[in-house]
Structures are given as C-alpha cells and as structure tokens.
C-alpha cells in the first residue's frame, strides 16, 4: 500500500538547517493499522504530509498503491488523493455549516450529482452514529462529535487508505477510546488501511498491529505491536513503553530489598499470547531450595493479544535460581535478569 525508501527532508529556517527526516524507509501492507509514533520534532508529521503529496521529499521514493509520487502530474496526484482520507487533530471542520455540508464539501468540489452525494452523506452519518446530527452546525457538537464528522468526511470518497494526524490528541480518554474503537471498526469492515501518528503509546497498544518509532528524524525501531512492547530495544522505545507497561518494582520494596541478606536474583517475565495460560510460576515454586516472591504485575491488551509482566525475585543458591531460570525459558517465556544497578536506579 505504502512504500517509502531511503526518505531525507531538509528544511532551512532562521536557525539554520532542520534534518526532518533522515534515511526513512518503511513498508505499509494492505490492511494494516500502522502507527508512527515519536516525540514532538521527531519527524511524524513530516511523513505522514509525504504521503498525501503535500511535500516532496529531497532525495528517495514515496509510492502509494505502487505509483511513485514524484512522478505523478498535478490531475493524477489530485485522483490519487481522493483515494486517501485525512483525518486532522484539531478536526478542520467549517464551524459555521452544517454536518452535512461538512461532510458533501469533497463530494461537491468533485462535481458528484446531488442524489449521490446525498446517499454517499447518508451512509457514512450511519456508519459513524451521527445521522441525528445531520442539520447540526459544527460549532453545536463535542469534540468527539467533531472527530467523528471529520471521519466521516474522509470516508465519504471511498478511500483505499486514511491518514490520521494525532486525530485524538485533542480528546479526553473516554471519547478517545471511543474514536479509536470506529477507526479500527473503517479498517475491518471498511477494509480501509491506515497510518495514524500519534505521542500517545496507549493509542498504539489500542488500534495498531504495526508501530514505528522515530527519534530525531530517524525511524529507531520498528514491527509487530506485540513484539515491540515484550521486547523493545532503544531506550525511547523503553519509554514509550513503560507509559502503558509499568515494569518497574515500587520504591518500597527496593528500600525493603537493600536490606535483605539472603542470596536472591531479581527477574522480569513477559508471557504474550498462548503463553499466558502456562503455570510457570506455579511450577517453577516447586524448585528444590527456591523461593519465589513476586515484586510486581501487570496485564495488557495489546489488539488481539495480551501481556503479562511479572517481576519475580527468585531466592536461594545461584545453582538452584539457574535451574529455575532455565525451567522458565523452557517454557517459551520472556525473560531478562534485572540487575542491580537498574532496580536501584528506578
């Protein structure tokens, strides 16, 4: 659906050069729901605007649907964009029309017959829950009220892929969730692929199966949500992660742990999928000479799947806690030594 290869972008302000996007190369299959997500300045909304056309890149190829941007002229990228949806933080919605009208503007400016256009606008307010709100002005409805017109709007011209730019960002949790639940509703029923942007890493743990992470115009790490959260790599990506994750030990039980004498090792296991329905820690309790002593947990959904983090502390001989560690990797389950340095340091 989306190809983009070895993307760089530059751009020259007042403080000199701006390295918006560097060597980015990613890969958006038909289907997929594909987060980006970074701090602010990371690059995001750079590409995602290279996506729909409205900026080009310096050097590198951006395709959608296997047709090169670059070499498109003006009619074809303007056809090309019907076929992408837009979804926007701040809504861009005309405040002063109606819902209707928000929704038919598109559809006008394409020369579509009225009859059309009424039938078009019809279903999409059934599909999003507005079809009481059709007379409505803008500047009547909520804010979750307004995203769901501007969803509306971009899936009125039957588009092949949405683009959402921090599209909830602006919403309180509830209706986020909310949002969130529609947009992956455009994507299965629909069969509509989409790229969102977002800061918001609960936001990808809810809607994607797919996730980028960008840091200073570079994409750092990337892949399955699942395997992104069990395991991720970079340090941004721990930080991220941990915002939805909590795999920390509370501070009160390491002031309790510097004072303990007995030899122990500290553990943190991650069961995702199947594996969550294993007795592991049930089993390796029956360790001759181990004690286990659980410090932490956590669940999370993750789309269809779900993790579990534990934070153990294994006490007793080295011999008996290796034996122990190899019984829970025996079993398929993530797992990392914390050594001490880290858990004092939380």
């Not at 969130?180 to 994507?187: D, E, Q």
């Not at 395997?227 to 721990?238: A, H, I, K, L």
């Not at 007795?279 to 779900?306: K, R, W």
Request: contains cysteine.
């Amino acid at each position: 659906m989306i190809q983009i290869e070895g993307v760089n972008k530059t751009f020259s302000g007042k403080s000199g050069e701006v390295h918006a996007l560097q060597d980015v190369s990613l890969h958006v299959e038909k289907g997929d729901i594909y987060g980006i997500i970074g701090f602010s300045g990371a690059g995001k909304s750079t590409l995602i605007r290279l996506v729909n056309g409205l900026e080009k890149p310096d050097s590198g190829k951006v395709a959608v649907e296997g047709r090169d941007l670059e070499s498109l002229g003006k009619g074809e990228l303007r056809i090309l964009r019907r076929k992408i949806g837009m979804v926007f933080q701040q809504f861009n919605l005309l405040e002063s029309k109606t819902v209707y009208h928000n929704i038919a503007l598109p559809l006008i400016l394409a020369g579509m017959p009225k009859t059309e256009i009424s039938e078009k606008v019809a279903r999409v307010l059934r599909f999003v829950e507005l079809e009481d709100k059709r007379d409505a002005h803008v500047s009547q409805l909520s804010g979750g009220q307004k995203q769901r017109v501007g969803i509306a709007r971009a899936l009125a011209t039957d588009p092949d892929l949405l683009l959402c730019d921090e599209a909830t960002s602006a919403l309180d949790p509830q209706t986020t969730e909310a949002i969130l639940k529609l947009l992956r509703r455009v994507n299965r029923e629909m069969g509509v692929t989409i790229l969102l942007i977002t800061h918001q890493m609960d936001v990808i743990r809810m809607i994607c199966n797919k996730v980028a992470v960008m840091e200073n115009g570079c994409i750092v790490e990337r892949g399955r949500v699942v395997d992104v959260f069990g395991s991720p790599q970079m340090p941004v990506t721990r930080r991220f992660v941990r915002t939805v994750v909590n795999d920390r030990i509370p501070e009160s039980i390491i002031r309790l742990l510097s004072e303990q004498t007995e030899h122990y090792q500290i553990d943190r296991l991650k069961f995702i999928g199947s594996s969550v329905k294993r007795p592991v820690i049930s089993d390796i309790c029956h360790v001759d000479g181990i004690v286990v002593n659980i410090l932490g947990a956590t669940v999370q959904e993750l789309q269809e799947s779900v993790m579990c983090v534990f934070i153990l502390q294994l006490i007793g001989k080295e011999e008996q806690i290796e034996q122990a560690e190899a019984q829970i990797d025996a079993a398929g389950v993530l797992r990392e030594r914390v050594v001490a340095d880290e858990w004092k340091n939380y």
